[in-house]
């Protein structure tokens, strides 16, 4: 292996470190819920959920789920309120 492709090597490694780099911008996901597949969006700040939920709540456990999966690649100020606070924990 040549030296450049080590020094990208070690670029690479020290960025997967350092995920507050990275901010999603867009892209289209298959979320297997319980009930069968959903397509979830994120775009413009904006997410979009296929599941009967999501259309009467503007939010769903599909893209909660995706809000925690991706931390803090997605702005704050896109996170849904109900993630903003300590999670509920079921006893």
Request: some cysteine; hydrophobic content about 40%; aromatic content about 8%.
């Amino acid at each position: 292996m040549d030296s450049g492709m080590i020094g990208k090597i070690e670029k690479a490694r020290r960025y997967a470190e350092e995920p507050e780099r990275v901010r999603f911008e867009q892209f289209r996901l298959q979320f297997q819920g319980t009930n069968g597949p959903h397509t979830v969006t994120y775009a413009n700040g904006t997410w979009h959920c296929t599941c009967r939920f999501f259309s009467t709540r503007g939010v769903c456990s599909h893209t909660m789920a995706m809000e925690r999966i991706l931390g803090i690649m997605i702005p704050a100020e896109v996170v849904a309120p109900a993630l903003a606070g300590p999670v509920p924990v079921m006893a």
